[in-house]
């Protein structure tokens, strides 16, 4: 095995990848096993050289990840070829799936002797391609599946009549999986037949998706040509066949057909010339009257060419197959809009926590500064001066208190915060929050009836969360309720839950705003005109404190009739019988 800066002389390849932004690894034997690491691969395997240095590089990566990983890694073992920007591991399993580009190291016999091998994220393009080959592959094994050829016209004409009823539930499904399984029980009729994908891309440009055949042998000797052998403009098959004409069209001479495309290319030409090619069925692929690729079923040489009831089938599957590969590429649009919008949302809660700390410290100065002149330290004030200083004190305090949300939103957010569940005392939980308030309630001149709650009910909770939620509940329904109205705080309990209750008799909620309000920055539009009803942060946390303690926050609410929040929190199993409060 060769060791760390062996690779070259004196170490000048590592010297000069060590410190490069894309990962590098050096592998040596059929069996791919590391012998050279980059800083940036260290960093994403989470690990050091020491533990990957002799262990297989498949292993360094996720298992689901390690599959498609060690296909890439054989195959350019076995040829030689350099292959560039191999998509490995699922769309799924990360945000940003891996792409790998492979250079063999040759010795003059033609053995390979090491490989490196670069990994970087994939592109956006590359996710929405490795989604459509994803489909087409599926489908083409699904529909080149040996199986004996009709004996009868009947039969051809009973699997024509099961494909057309597999159809429906095709086009119906709008779930990848549900699609992919669904196009498993298709079949083409044909023993041996293969099949060519190429697709029109996002620049309008032609490329080859996918070749699929059932001998394995075969499939070996065409993926090893994947991204030499590509459709071209004077093609008699395939793409640019639909392009002239955007019609199903029939090659008798497959052979020919396909070796026109290696000229000049001994290698392909040589692959090309063992694959065994007879007629070529050309279908193309059309959504929305727009052409977006083409399908070629090819059968083998000496077979009968296709007939009527063939191109009806290719016909129906080509037709399914378009609508499912469209699928895949809206998919990827939509995973590339999703991970635009988490990109967003964590440069939007980085940028708000960074500005609400740089604001708090000018904000508490302005306060310390009100307080010093207020206590005219600095020489006397006047009557009309301390009510400006009061005035600037309130608005002092109510932007540390926006300034405040908002850092708790970003940490609510980002899950950085930690939570200290325990049992807690449901009764002293209540008092606790409503003490905070009652200064609110007298001032607003509200009916507070006290707190209908059993003694000795526990729940499990995070206290200083817990009572955060419902200050905040309580603050919200001082707020909206008119003088004279009704403040009532209730718990009912249940066999696993406790619901914590806090009804007014304010302005309610509109219907259409009674899960609007739970999001961040959204308040209802005219609730109050006062300055203190906030920037729509308090419920946004309250409820994720809520779900983040296993429990949920909801609301009841009539327009002008008031609102019922309920803070639900699991009970402990320590928790003693109590009165149940009436509704």
Known sequence: MMHEGAFSAEGSFERFVEHLAAPFVVTADARHFITYTNAAFRALAGATSTELVGHAFADALG??????????????????????????????EHVMPLCCSIWPDVSPTGQVRHMVIELRHATQNEITLGLQREVADRLLMSALREKDAADTAEESWRELHYVASEAGRLDASLDEATTLVAMEQMALPRDGAWCIVDL???????????????????????????????????????????????????VEDGAAAILATAAG?????????????????T????????????????????AASFDARDVEIAETL???????????????????LRIRAESASVAKSAFLGMMSHELRTPLNAIGGYADLIALELHGPVTDAQHVDLARIKVNQRYLMGLINDLLNLTRVDSGHLV???????????????????????????????????GDRVVVRA???????????????????????GTLVVECITEADVLHLRVCDTGIGIPADKLEAIFEPFIQVKGASPLPEAGIGLGLAISRSLARDMQGDLTVESTLTEGARFSFTLPRAPTAFPSTVAPE
């Not at 891309?201 to 040509?225: C, F, N, S």
């Not at 995070?462 to 004279?484: H, M």
């Open 283 to 302: 279908v193309p692929l059309v959504i929305g009257g727009h052409l977006i690729g083409a399908v070629t079923f090819v059968v083998p040489r000496g």
């Open 462 to 484: 995070d206290r200083e969360k817990a009572i955060q939620v419902l200050v905040n509940l309580l603050s919200n329904a001082i707020k909206f309720t008119p003088p004279g």
């Open 318 to 336: 080509a037709m399914h197959s378009a609508a499912a590969i469209e699928r895949a590429r809206m998919f990827g649009e939509a995973l590339e």
């Open 419 to 453: 939570y200290d569940i325990v049992d807690v005392d449901v009764r002293e939980l209540l008092v606790s929050a409503v003490e905070l308030v009652e200064p609110l309630i007298a001032q607003k001149g509200l009916s507070f009836t006290g707190i209908e709650c």
């Open 200 to 250: 029109i891309d996002v620049d309008d440009a032609m490329h080859r998706l996918a070749i699929v055949h059932p001998d394995a042998t075969q499939q070996a000797l065409l993926t090893d040509i994947e991204g030499r052998w590509v459709p071209h403009a004077r093609d008699s098959f395939g793409l640019p066949a639909a392009l002239r004409s955007a019609r199903t069209t029939t």
């Open 265 to 281: 290319d001994a290698t392909l030409e040589r692959v090309l010339r063992d694959v065994d090619a007879g007629a070529l069925l």
């Open 63 to 92: 298992p689901a990840t390690r599959r498609d990983l060690a296909a890439v890694l054989d195959r350019a073992y076995r040829t030689g070829v350099v292959a560039r920007n191999q998509r490995v591991g699922p769309v799924l």
